[in-house]
């Protein structure tokens, strides 16, 4: 007899009540399974079951998302790359009521398929020298995380990382269709996350693939519709409500620009930023090429998409890459940070991950918070708020470029632009030039070998990092050395011999 893999909610809830690791696909609300993290909490609260689970995710899936499931009775670890889109787990972690690690966003997503082929782990030299090296923390969040996930290992006289594989139980994934045998396409998904090495890793785990869609078709899907065959499913679940459960964004409930392509420019993307992230994003944008691979982070980088789609003769042959899998078109601005609009192409996320990891682009462009006199960089700690590397720690690795942009002091800082002239009217109250980050989300160390070209854009100057050591190359105009720059910072930097002083 075929197995029915339609589910009602109470068969759901019955089938996940013993589930002690649940893996979770999606990029803030793109791609997240909304209504199964829903019916997981409303199983925890009706019957205290499931319990003490460990949940694991690349991007944190949001808006609620993963804070559905916060609570220190039913999340006893959580395994994931960002917590700064969920505030609620991020609650429990900072306050030692589950344990927690935060690991680069790639590396978790490429560990899927290291546990779906019966591998040990992943072995990188990703995270190195970062915090995420067991010689400075190995991912660990707070006092109550006291297990190694990942080790350091030797191959041929050379240091490695090794990302322990471990067994998951349960997975949950958000679809586009299913069909009357179960096999699901993802067609109107916005991004593809890593949906199909989760769920192989689920199965060589003997566990459990279900998945939400927002619509079944009759009959049977053709083979090219197919993202997710039947065999990798055990069940399917049709959302109730597509602008409650089932959004393409934050903002969209449905948005056909996010996953179609055309030339035409979109309204939605008329900035509105501070004149200090206006003057960030122009002085970047004229360090890149024409013909470049470039990824973009979140914050001031996606204004430099922005503004690049917006000089289409300059840069038509520019192609652009998010962490989520999207590639080309104009990015979305936060809390929808992850989507494109009029994007090129789709990727699964490991499989963008690769690239990145392989060396395929020419540029990353990145914010910070704050910078040392050694070049370390991090963005993982803002305050006493943790959030993470998310792809941070991946997208630094192999890329030939790095261009960290971001305000030269925070909380306050006030920019005018008179003509050419730069004018501070007011400084942050938080310098971001110190003596010793909080946290190394980027470390230099590994990236000397590979003579890669390192900067920091803010709205008054340029620094390079060249072998460990921080090098003012260019000031600009109306700015002052010692008033603007040399005072705001807790070290001073080297001046280059052929510093650049516009005037």
Request: hydrophobic share 35%; with cysteine; net charge positive.
């Amino acid at each position: 007899m075929e197995m029915i893999k339609k589910l009602t909610k109470n068969k759901f809830i019955y089938s996940i009540k013993d589930s002690k690791s649940i893996a979770i696909a999606g990029f803030r609300w793109s791609g997240t399974p909304q209504l199964l993290l829903k019916l997981i909490r409303r199983s925890f609260d009706d019957d205290s079951k499931p319990n003490n689970i460990t949940i694991i995710f690349t991007s944190s899936a949001t808006d609620p998302g993963l804070d559905h499931l916060a609570h220190p009775k039913l999340i006893s670890c959580s395994i994931g790359s960002y917590y700064g889109s969920i505030p609620k787990i991020r609650s429990l972690v900072q306050r030692n009521l589950i344990k927690a690690y935060s690991l680069p966003q790639g590396q978790i997503s490429l560990l899927f398929r290291e546990i779906a082929r019966g591998s040990p782990g992943l072995i990188s030299k990703v995270g190195m020298n970062t915090y995420i090296d067991p010689r400075l923390g190995g991912g660990k969040l707070n006092n109550l995380t006291k297990d190694n996930l990942v080790k350091h290992i030797s191959l041929e006289n050379e240091s490695f990382l090794l990302f322990k594989s471990f067994k998951i139980d349960t997975v949950l994934i958000r679809g586009s269709v299913a069909d009357d045998k179960g096999n699901i396409s993802m067609k109107n998904e916005p991004v593809r996350t890593e949906f199909l090495s989760m769920a192989q890793a689920a199965k060589s785990s003997n566990g459990k693939v279900f998945v939400q869609v927002a619509e079944q078709v009759k009959g049977i899907l053709q083979p090219f519709e197919i993202d997710l065959p039947s065999h990798l499913i055990d069940g399917y679940l049709i959302v109730d409500s597509i602008e409650k459960e089932h959004r393409h964004t934050n903002k969209y409930h449905f948005n056909d620009k996010f996953i179609t392509n055309s030339d035409s420019l979109v309204d939605q993307n008329k900035t509105n930023d501070p004149i200090y992230k206006s003057i960030i994003a122009e002085k970047t944008i004229s360090l890149v090429k024409d013909n470049s691979k470039v990824i973009l982070g979140q914050g001031v980088p996606e204004l430099v998409g922005v503004l690049a789609r917006k000089k289409v003769k300059k840069f038509k042959n520019l192609t652009t890459f998010m962490e989520s899998g999207v590639i080309g078109g104009i990015p979305e601005r936060r809390p929808d940070f992850g989507v494109s609009f009029n994007p090129n192409a789709f990727l699964a996320q490991d499989n963008q991950f690769v690239g990145f990891n392989g060396g395929h682009m020419d540029m990353a462009i990145l914010s910070f918070v704050e910078f040392d006199q050694y070049g370390n960089v991090n963005v993982s700690i803002l305050g006493d708020r943790y959030f993470g590397c998310g792809g941070y720690i991946d997208i630094c690795y192999a890329v030939s470029t790095i261009i960290f942009v971001g305000s030269f002091t925070a909380k306050g800082l006030k920019v005018e632009k008179r003509k050419k002239n730069i004018c501070i009217l007011k400084e942050g109250e938080i310098k971001k030039g110190v003596n010793k980050v909080k946290e190394v989300t980027f470390s230099p160390v590994e990236n000397n070998k590979k003579e890669k070209k390192i900067y920091i854009i803010t709205e008054r100057c340029i620094f390079a990092i060249e072998n460990e050591t921080v090098i003012l190359k260019e000031v600009y105009p109306g700015i002052d050395f010692e008033k603007d720059i040399f005072d705001e910072m807790e070290f001073k930097p080297l001046i280059d011999k052929n510093l650049i002083i516009n005037n």
